[in-house]
């Protein structure tokens, strides 16, 4: 699932989640809006679907990603995407 417009120069994200699981469902409705507003994307992956995945992430979903650097999980760390998107290194 991908939320906002994505394009070119636009930040990506990825949200690693799996089914039945209410942070992952918290982490999803908290982001969506910040990330429409910001204009960019985010990639939403099943940890559960990929053994590599799961064995890296699995005790840590929901995990949000930029690239390869984790930005939050379990619970929406607003601040740190903030400065993520405004292009400040933390």
Excluded: F, K
């Excluded at 209410?22 to 982001?31: F, I, V, Y």
């Amino acid at each position: 699932m991908s939320y906002g417009q994505g394009g070119r120069g636009l930040p990506q994200l990825t949200l690693l989640v799996r089914a039945y699981c209410h942070l992952c469902d918290e982490m999803r409705d908290a982001l969506a809006p910040l990330a429409s507003a910001a204009g960019c994307t985010v990639e939403e992956i099943d940890v559960d679907a990929d053994p590599a995945l799961e064995a890296r992430w699995g005790a840590w979903v929901p995990v949000l990603l930029a690239g390869e650097r984790e930005l939050c999980h379990y619970r929406l760390d607003r601040a740190r995407l903030a400065a993520y998107l405004a292009g400040e290194s933390n």
